[in-house]
């Protein structure tokens, strides 16, 4: 497929780090006329002492992390610009970090500053909940079964090769709701080289929900089974484990975890067994486990969760404890 051509200096130029912010949900306190900083937000970041290590330019546009975590696992590398930030924070390439902005944040400028030494409050509006739904999904296509997925699971979750018009043309939809079960967003899924890989919707805020919570609630089970992406949730489910939800991403959000604590008492770990998914990993435990029970499963070195065989996922989650009390709050 011919490459989509990406005008990286018209893309920098309406982009802003604050939007950039907004968008992955960080929050900052201002410490200069146009400096922010705080706790590094970036899944390379495993340093539980460098709390303040992360600052942001405004006028300059550019971020940097001082963490020793951060500078090793980008070769040496202290910061960068919009790009940068974006292909660390997905784990892309910087061409596919360019049409991710391009696609879903170039249209939300809507930045605010806040108050000297208050933490900012950037601009972070609701998923609002779809006017549509999108037809001609064949859940039959080869790329579902290809990655392991029967066709009832693909039906069950509305995914399928979409042939209508738009975007989203030609890849692998993937429907998204709130906890509500409202449906908010899709995203579409490359079913060849073209970029982005995943491709969401301009302004969906992936970090103020979490995709599948609203079945896990209707499953009534007060513990959460927490997994990186669309696809670990799809074959964990299809495992019979059907209280699943993803990130999305590997960075816990603060939105998020207040939705986990909402809803559940107990959270079971299975992130990439990645160096970015070991980092999420600790700094979830982190915050998860000062209000929940949270358990950890350990993968094999460089496993993801939709690698795994049914038996393999049964095997790995048999041995956790199903009915824990309440921790105290």
């Known amino acids: 497929m011919r490459a989509e051509w990406t005008d990286f200096k018209s893309i920098k130029g309406k982009v802003s780090m604050e939007t950039v912010l907004s968008h992955y949900d960080v929050r900052l306190r201002r410490v200069g006329e146009d400096e922010f900083r705080g706790k590094c937000p970036l899944p390379s970041h495993s340093s539980t002492?460098?709390?303040?290590?992360?600052?942001?330019?405004?006028?300059?546009?550019?971020?940097?992390?001082?963490?020793?975590?951060?500078?090793?696992?980008?070769?040496?590398?202290?910061?960068?610009?919009?790009?940068?930030?974006?292909?660390?924070?997905?784990?892309?390439?910087?061409?596919?970090?360019?049409?991710?902005?391009?696609?879903?944040?170039?249209?939300?400028?809507?930045?605010?500053?806040?108050?000297?030494?208050?933490?900012?409050i950037l601009y972070t509006p609701e998923n609002r909940p779809l006017s549509f739904v999108l037809r001609n999904i064949d859940h039959e296509h080869p790329y579902v079964a290809s990655r392991g997925l029967s066709e009832q699971t693909a039906r069950y979750f509305g995914v399928g090769y979409y042939d209508g018009n738009g975007l989203l043309r030609g890849r692998v939809v993937i429907p998204i709701h709130n906890e509500h079960g409202e449906l908010v967003a899709y995203s579409g899924r490359a079913i060849?080289?073209?970029?982005?890989?995943?491709?969401?919707?301009?302004?969906?805020?992936?970090?103020?929900?979490?995709?599948?919570?609203?079945?896990?609630?209707?499953?009534?089970?007060?513990?959460?089974?927490?997994?990186?992406?669309?696809?670990?949730?799809?074959?964990?489910?299809?495992?019979?484990?059907?209280?699943?939800?993803?990130?999305?991403?590997?960075?816990?959000?603060?939105?998020?975890?207040?939705?986990?604590?909402?809803?559940?008492?107990?959270?079971?770990?299975?992130?990439?067994?990645?160096?970015?998914?070991?980092?999420?990993?600790?700094?979830?435990?982190?915050?998860?486990?000062?209000?929940?029970?949270?358990?950890?499963?350990?993968?094999?070195?460089?496993?993801?969760?939709d690698q795994l065989a049914s038996e393999e996922i049964n095997q790995l989650l048999g041995g956790f404890a199903r009915d824990v009390p309440t921790p105290e709050r």
Not at 73 to 95: D, K, Q
Not at 243 to 266: E, H, P, W
Request: hydrophobic fraction near 40%.
């Open 192 to 305: 060849d080289l073209a970029e982005p890989k995943y491709l969401l919707p301009a302004g969906f805020r992936k970090s103020h929900l979490l995709f599948n919570l609203h079945r896990a609630i209707r499953k009534g089970d007060r513990t959460l089974i927490l997994v990186e992406g669309f696809f670990d949730t799809f074959k964990i489910h299809q495992a019979g484990h059907h209280n699943v939800a993803a990130l999305m991403g590997s960075k816990l959000s603060n939105r998020q975890a207040d939705l986990i604590g909402t809803y559940f008492d107990q959270v079971i770990l299975m992130l990439d067994a990645d160096e970015a998914g070991k980092a999420a990993t600790i700094a979830a435990t982190t915050t998860l486990s000062l209000n929940l029970v949270v358990q950890i499963v350990e993968l094999a070195s460089g496993t993801q969760p």
């Open 49 to 120: 002492k460098s709390n303040d290590s992360f600052s942001v330019s405004i006028t300059r546009n550019v971020w940097s992390c001082q963490s020793a975590s951060c500078i090793a696992a980008r070769s040496g590398r202290v910061g960068g610009n919009v790009f940068h930030f974006v292909a660390e924070m997905e784990r892309c390439s910087i061409r596919e970090a360019a049409l991710q902005l391009q696609y879903s944040l170039a249209e939300k400028q809507s930045p605010r500053a806040a108050p000297r030494n208050e933490e900012p």
